[in-house]
């Protein structure tokens, strides 16, 4: 009787074991390897709108090659964690800058730079860039442990006027992650996003991509979806060499939403995701035929739901 009462017990400890692993295997996301393609990109420079009772945007985006020894030369120097290498090929540089004219608040100014490996969209370093409210300037170097931040403030309301070399409140900080740990392939970065989206055959054929993708202080899984197609009216400006030509038409985009969840941090509380200043409904509109991200949405904090719409587009 007590042999088979211990066959028993060492039976049923076994079959919780092997449902845990299974119940963990299965709540555990499957990131995408992304294997993206610069070619599929024609711009080198995009500028949206918004304009609206509550607030107007503008953000310009754009997108450089660089040789290997200028991404370095441009690179912050990280003093902990192992520097993700610089691909032999070089890189790419993705910029935007954003203002933001929100009723009730001064005019915010937030200029983004960052360095990739254009080949999956894996961050190197970036450099963040905040004036008008809250007026930082954050430059960050990936590396395999988690992310090097260097941060400059400035100290008071006097070295606020002056531009950011003349600040002095400065700080160090690394946020750490173990990829392995958190099934991560690889980490990219906000920004990138709009690139991903544009470059990804996936998404044309109605494959979810899921990512890790690094935002102010944690990782998050991003996972960009597929939602069908919406008719979209464009009216831009589309450059290309010498040449300059407006186009007004409707458009059947393809439409790509957004969803995030904050992974696993040293962070007593989560933060927020956020894309060009939109944190909720988050969602891409490309036109399948010249790859261009023609309109970009979601809800912009203070400032409700807005649109912004292709003004220019500069072409290869």
């Known amino acids: 009787m007590t042999a088979l009462k211990t066959f028993l017990m060492f039976a049923l400890l076994g079959g919780l074991i092997l449902f845990a692993g299974f119940s963990n295997s299965m709540g555990s996301p499957s990131y995408s390897q992304l294997k993206l393609d610069a070619n599929r990109i024609p711009w080198t420079h995009l500028t949206f709108e918004s304009k609206s009772f509550m607030a107007d945007v503008?953000?310009?985006?754009?997108?450089?090659?660089m040789s290997a020894d200028d991404v370095k030369a441009a690179l912050l120097k990280n003093k902990q964690g192992d520097a993700l290498p610089i691909p032999n090929t070089g890189a790419y540089k993705l910029t935007s800058k954003t203002l933001m004219d929100i009723i009730g608040r001064s005019p915010i100014k937030m200029d983004n730079q960052v360095w990739f490996d254009p080949s999956d969209a894996t961050a190197l370093g970036?450099?963040?860039?905040?004036?008008?409210?809250?007026e930082q300037?954050?430059?960050?170097?990936?590396t395999k442990q988690g992310v090097f931040r260097?941060?400059?403030?400035?100290?008071?309301?006097?070295?606020?006027?002056?531009g950011p070399d003349k600040w002095t409140d400065e700080k160090d900080t690394f946020y750490a992650y173990d990829l392995p740990e958190l099934g991560?392939?690889?980490?990219?970065?906000?920004?990138?996003?709009?690139?991903?989206?544009?470059?990804?055959k996936e998404l044309e054929n109605d494959k979810p991509l899921s990512l890790c993708i690094f935002?102010?202080?944690?990782?998050?899984?991003?996972?960009?979806?597929?939602a069908g197609s919406e008719n979209i009216e464009v009216d831009y400006v589309e450059k290309k060499q010498q040449t300059e030509q407006r186009r007004q038409a409707k458009i059947k985009a393809h439409k790509i939403v957004l969803e995030s969840r904050p992974l696993k941090s040293d962070l007593e509380e989560a933060e927020n995701f956020s894309f060009l200043g939109f944190q909720k409904n988050i969602a891409f509109f490309i036109d399948p035929e010249s790859n261009l991200p023609i309109q970009l949405s979601g809800e912009i904090p203070r400032a409700g739901n807005s649109t912004l719409k292709l003004q220019k587009a500069q072409l290869k």
Do not use: M, W
């Not at 970036?126 to 809250?134: F, M, P, Q, T, V």
């Not at 991560?184 to 990804?200: D, P």
């Not at 935002?215 to 991003?222: A, M, S, W």
């Open 184 to 200: 991560c392939t690889n980490v990219s970065e906000r920004l990138l996003l709009v690139y991903i989206a544009s470059t990804a």
């Open 126 to 134: 970036r450099i963040r860039l905040r004036l008008g409210e809250d």
């Open 215 to 226: 935002g102010k202080r944690q990782l998050f899984q991003v996972q960009l979806t597929s």
């Open 150 to 162: 260097h941060r400059k403030e400035p100290k008071d309301d006097q070295e606020a006027k002056q």
């Open 58 to 65: 503008t953000a310009q985006l754009q997108l450089e090659s």
């Open 137 to 142: 300037k954050k430059e960050y170097r990936f």
